[in-house]
C-alpha cells in the first residue's frame, strides 16, 4: 500500500510567557522527546497534588499523563512548566460521540479553562483508555472516532485544534502476529483504525500504544524471561533479516508493520504506558523493575531504534508508573498496585535514571505521615478465629505483598496478621477502634517491619474517600450537567 503523507505537529512555548493564538490556532516548532510519567489516582492513600508537582519537578520529569482531567491536579500543575496529557473515561466517549454540546462542555471545563496565561500546559487529551481491548468485547468501539470528531471541532472552535492534540490510548493487543513484519491489526478493527490513523494523522497526532513485556511473562509459563528485559536474550526471534533481542522491540515493530499496511508506516509513535511492578507476584520485584525500566531508557534514549525503525529519534514514553496505587482492582493481578517508581507515600523504591539530568530519582519532600504507630497481632491473645478478621480487613485495605511471590510472604502467619490489621488500621486513619478486632489488635510503637517487608504508616494529606471516588464523580457530574443544558 502506497504511504501516505504524515504530518507532524510539535509544540513548544516558553511557560513565563502567555500562550497567544495564532490564525488557525497555537503556533508549534519542534520539540526533543522526552522520558514522562503516569500519574494516577487510584489510591486509599494519596499525596496532596503540589507534593506530587513538586516531586516532578524535582526529578526534572516535563511530561506527565493522567488518566482524567483531575481539576485538583491541574491546578497544581498550573505554572509548573510541565506538558500534561488529560483523560477521558471510556464511560463518556458514549455521550461526547452524540453530542456536540457535550464536546465543547468538556473542553471548556477540562482545557479551556486551564489553558490560560500562568496556566497548565495542556497538550494531549486521550480519548478513552485502550478503547478496543478485547475484554471490552467492542463495548466503546463504535463511539471513538465520532467522538474524536466532535471533540476537533470543539477543540476548532475554542482556538485549540492546532496545540492540543486528541489520541487515543490501545493496548497492544489491537494488533496480532506471530512475527514482527507480519504485525496488523485485528481483523475487527481494520475499519476502524483505518478511520482512527487517518484522523491522526491529518491533525498531526501520534499512534499511542501500551507495551507491557512483564505481561507477557506474566501469562505465559513458556515466555522466555530474559527475552522481556534488554540484557540480552538466549531465545532471539528472527524475523527474515532482523534478529530480535527483547519483547519491547518486537511489540514496537509489529505496530509499525501494523501501520504499514494501513499506509501509514512512519507514523510518530508515543508509548502510553510501559513499565514493570515490584510486588505481589513472583517475577515483580525490586531487582527486575529496575532492571527492566533502567534498561528501557537506555534503549530508547540512545536513539538506536528498533529494526523497522533503524536510528529513529527518540520516542515519548510515559513510564508507568509515577506512584503506587493501592486502590486499583486486583482481577488482573496482585501486582496491579505495585507499578510505581515511587512508593505511595512518594519515595523511590530503587535508583533509577530517567535520563534527564539526575543520576537517581529523588524522594517526595515534606510528606506529612500519620504518627508513627502500627496496629500488630495481640501476642497474648488466641488467635485461632482470626480468620473473619484478617478477611475482613483485607477486602477494604490492601494486603497484596502477603499472596505468593510478594515481599511480605515470608514473615510467617502472625506477621501476616499485622500486616492485614496495620493495612486497615493506616487506611481509617489509625483510628483507635480500628486496631481493635475483638481484642486481637494491639497499638505499637515499635516498627514491625522486615527486612523487604515493609509496615506502612499512612499519610495526613489523604482522602481516602474522595480520591477513589473521583473519576466516577467527574463522569456523573459532566453528564448532570450536560442533561440540564440540553
Known amino acids: 500500500m502506497k504511504e501516505l503523507p504524515l504530518r507532524e505537529a510539535h509544540c513548544n512555548v516558553n511557560e513565563n510567557e502567555p500562550f497567544n493564538p495564532v490564525p488557525g490556532g497555537w503556533s508549534c516548532s519542534e520539540e526533543e522527546s522526552a522520558i514522562g510519567v503516569n500519574w494516577g489516582s487510584v489510591s486509599s492513600h494519596k499525596l496532596k497534588p503540589s507534593t506530587?508537582?513538586?516531586?516532578?519537578?524535582?526529578?526534572?520529569?516535563?511530561?506527565?499523563?493522567?488518566?482524567?482531567?483531575?481539576?485538583?491536579?491541574?491546578?497544581?500543575?498550573?505554572?509548573?512548566?510541565?506538558?500534561?496529557?488529560?483523560?477521558?473515561?471510556?464511560?463518556?466517549?458514549?455521550?461526547?460521540?452524540?453530542?456536540t454540546a457535550a464536546?465543547?462542555?468538556?473542553?471548556?471545563?477540562?482545557?479551556?479553562?486551564?489553558?490560560?496565561?500562568?496556566?497548565?500546559?495542556?497538550r494531549y487529551i486521550a480519548v478513552g483508555n485502550e478503547p478496543f481491548l478485547t475484554s471490552y468485547a467492542g463495548q466503546f468501539q463504535s463511539y471513538v472516532v465520532p467522538a474524536l470528531l466532535n471533540l476537533q471541532q470543539?477543540?476548532?472552535?475554542?482556538?485549540?485544534?492546532?496545540?492540543?492534540?486528541?489520541?487515543?490510548?490501545?493496548?497492544?493487543?489491537?494488533?496480532?502476529?506471530?512475527?514482527?513484519?507480519?504485525?496488523?491489526?485485528?481483523?475487527?478493527?481494520?475499519?476502524?483504525?483505518?478511520?482512527?490513523?487517518?484522523?491522526?494523522?491529518?491533525?498531526?497526532?501520534?499512534?499511542?500504544?501500551?507495551?507491557?513485556?512483564?505481561?507477557?511473562?506474566?501469562?505465559?509459563?513458556?515466555?522466555?524471561?530474559?527475552?522481556?528485559?534488554?540484557?540480552?536474550?538466549?531465545?532471539?526471534?528472527?524475523?527474515?533479516?532482523?534478529?530480535?533481542?527483547?519483547?519491547?522491540?518486537?511489540?514496537?515493530?509489529?505496530?509499525?508493520?501494523?501501520?504499514?499496511?494501513?499506509g501509514y508506516g512512519q507514523m510518530p509513535i508515543v508509548i502510553g504506558e510501559v513499565g514493570w511492578p515490584t510486588d505481589g507476584t513472583i517475577s515483580a520485584n525490586l531487582t527486575a523493575a529496575r532492571t527492566f525500566n533502567q534498561g528501557l531508557i537506555n534503549h530508547v534514549l540512545s536513539n538506536k531504534g528498533t529494526p523497522l525503525r533503524p536510528g529513529a529519534p527518540s520516542m515519548d514514553i510515559y513510564l508507568f508508573s509515577l506512584l503506587d496505587e493501592g486502590a486499583k482492582s486486583i482481577l488482573p493481578g496482585n501486582f496491579e498496585r505495585h507499578w510505581g517508581i515511587f512508593s505511595f507515600d512518594g519515595q523511590a523504591k530503587y535508583p533509577l535514571n530517567l535520563g534527564l539530568g539526575n543520576k537517581v530519582l529523588k524522594n517526595a519532600r515534606n510528606v506529612q505521615y500519620l504518627p508513627s504507630r502500627w496496629c500488630v497481632a495481640n501476642p497474648s491473645q488466641d488467635?485461632?478465629?482470626?480468620?473473619?478478621?484478617?478477611?475482613?480487613?483485607?477486602?477494604?485495605?490492601?494486603?497484596?505483598?502477603?499472596?505468593?511471590?510478594?515481599?511480605?510472604?515470608?514473615?510467617?502467619?502472625?506477621?501476616?496478621?499485622?500486616?492485614?490489621?496495620?493495612?486497615?488500621?493506616?487506611?481509617?486513619?489509625?483510628?483507635?477502634?480500628?486496631?481493635?478486632?475483638?481484642?486481637?489488635?494491639?497499638?505499637?510503637?515499635?516498627?514491625?517491619?522486615?527486612?523487604?517487608?515493609?509496615?506502612?504508616?499512612?499519610?495526613?494529606?489523604?482522602?481516602?474517600?474522595?480520591?477513589?471516588?473521583?473519576?466516577?464523580?467527574?463522569v456523573i457530574c459532566f453528564l448532570l450537567v450536560w442533561f440540564f443544558i440540553m
Open 103 to 122: 464536546s465543547d462542555l468538556w473542553v471548556r471545563q477540562n482545557v479551556s479553562r486551564y489553558l490560560v496565561k500562568g496556566g497548565a500546559d495542556i
Open 52 to 99: 506530587v508537582v513538586d516531586l516532578l519537578k524535582d526529578n526534572k520529569i516535563q511530561k506527565v499523563k493522567l488518566f482524567d482531567a483531575d481539576p485538583d491536579a491541574l491546578v497544581a500543575l498550573m505554572r509548573s512548566g510541565i506538558q500534561v496529557m488529560v483523560g477521558i473515561p471510556n464511560e463518556m466517549l458514549a455521550t461526547l460521540s452524540s453530542s
Open 383 to 474: 488467635l485461632s478465629d482470626v480468620a473473619n478478621h484478617i478477611k475482613l480487613a483485607c477486602s477494604v485495605a490492601d494486603c497484596t505483598t502477603l499472596n505468593y511471590g510478594g515481599s511480605c510472604n515470608g514473615i510467617g502467619a502472625k506477621g501476616n496478621i499485622s500486616y492485614a490489621f496495620n493495612s486497615y488500621y493506616q487506611l481509617q486513619m489509625q483510628n483507635e477502634k480500628s486496631c481493635n478486632f475483638d481484642g486481637l489488635g494491639m497499638v505499637t510503637f515499635l516498627d514491625p517491619s522486615v527486612g523487604e517487608c515493609r509496615f506502612p504508616v499512612g499519610v495526613t494529606n489523604t482522602n481516602s474517600s474522595g480520591f477513589r471516588t473521583h473519576n466516577r464523580w467527574s
Open 154 to 262: 470543539s477543540l476548532a472552535k475554542a482556538n485549540l485544534a492546532g496545540y492540543v492534540k486528541l489520541v487515543v490510548p490501545c493496548n497492544a493487543d489491537a494488533y496480532e502476529s506471530s512475527l514482527p513484519s507480519q504485525g496488523a491489526f485485528r481483523p475487527e478493527l481494520t475499519q476502524i483504525m483505518t478511520q482512527l490513523v487517518s484522523f491522526l494523522n491529518s491533525n498531526g497526532s501520534p499512534f499511542i500504544v501500551n507495551i507491557y513485556p512483564f505481561l507477557s511473562l506474566y501469562g505465559n509459563s513458556d515466555f522466555p524471561e530474559d527475552y522481556a528485559f534488554f540484557e540480552g536474550t538466549s531465545h532471539p526471534v528472527t524475523d527474515g533479516p532482523n534478529v530480535y533481542s527483547n519483547a519491547f522491540d518486537g511489540n514496537f515493530d509489529t505496530l509499525v508493520a501494523a501501520l504499514s499496511k494501513l
